[in-house]
């Protein structure tokens, strides 16, 4: 059950009707249909290569081995997952590292060259969000898509928070310290095992974010076309008790980013999936800045 929303969409996450790692010990089909012992990246039972047997060896692909260059390639190192084309926590880093750095580019961007145009904001906006989606409907991560996303997402956040700045000065600086301050915060706790990311904990987080997001649509259809407070979720008690809320699912989508990277590296997922971690990583982070900005705006109004 993959989400087609990019906030929602783990890929790492989904393989056929379960979640990656947490069905390690459920029913088995079909030999060779489903992954082994719950590993969502492993080959079907057989031969995955195809290439003709040799001397009863189902991998040989030339003449055998001689004893001189059986004894060489034993005497070496092993190769790591680096040699063998799989993600491991640096190539996550570099990636989150390359795709956070877009974003912060282009709010510099949006920042100096265009501040005061909400319209080109709002077209940079929707321009990542178009982005975000045909990526999360690609079988197979891109990272042209990826970074052209964190650019106008980066555009759209320089100008937004500009005029943050403009109304409550220095929100920015608070919103982005306090973004660093919730990942490291969930960060510890996942590393410590204070948070578990189980089924059903994903289950009952993607239910609420869903009422989450459709409580906020709801809102934003009545402040179009009736009261300009909508439903008051975005002023006042309510709109701090939606602000937290909203801060609270991003925390949640933070745990589920550290599952996808820790899975991915635990049962070898290939090099390019680290990109989809990095986006993940950075939707969850751009959601978390966003929520914090408004909620100090609702508490310095």
Known sequence: ??????????????????????????????????????????QPAGNPYGQPQQGGNPY???????????????????????????????????????????????????????PDRLGLAVGAALVAFVLAMIQSFKRVPSPPLILGYAAFEGIFLGVISNAYNEQWQGAPVQAVLGTMAVFAGMLFAYKTRLIRV?????????????GFLLAMVVNLLF???????????????????????????GAFFLSLDFKQVEDGIRYGAPRNESWLAAFGLTLSLVWIYLELLRLISILRD
């Open 1 to 42: 059950m993959r989400s087609s929303n990019p906030v929602f969409s783990r890929r790492g996450f989904t393989r056929g009707d379960s979640y990656a790692g947490f069905d390690a010990q459920g029913a088995q089909g079909a030999a060779g249909a489903r992954p082994q012992g719950g590993n969502p990246y492993a």
């Open 60 to 114: 040989a692909a030339g003449p055998p081995l001689t004893p001189e260059q059986m004894e060489e390639m034993y005497a070496g190192p092993s190769a790591g997952p680096a040699q063998t084309g799989r993600m491991t926590m640096d190539d996550v880093v570099v990636r989150t590292g390359m795709t956070l750095g877009t974003v912060v580019v282009g709010a510099v961007l949006g920042w100096v060259a265009i």
């Open 198 to 210: 189980t089924a059903r904990y994903a289950r009952i987080g993607m239910a609420i974010a869903i």
């Open 223 to 249: 402040a179009a076309f009736g009261s300009s407070d909508g439903l008051g979720l975005t002023t006042g008690p309510l709109g701090i008790v939606f602000c937290l809320l909203g801060i609270g699912l």
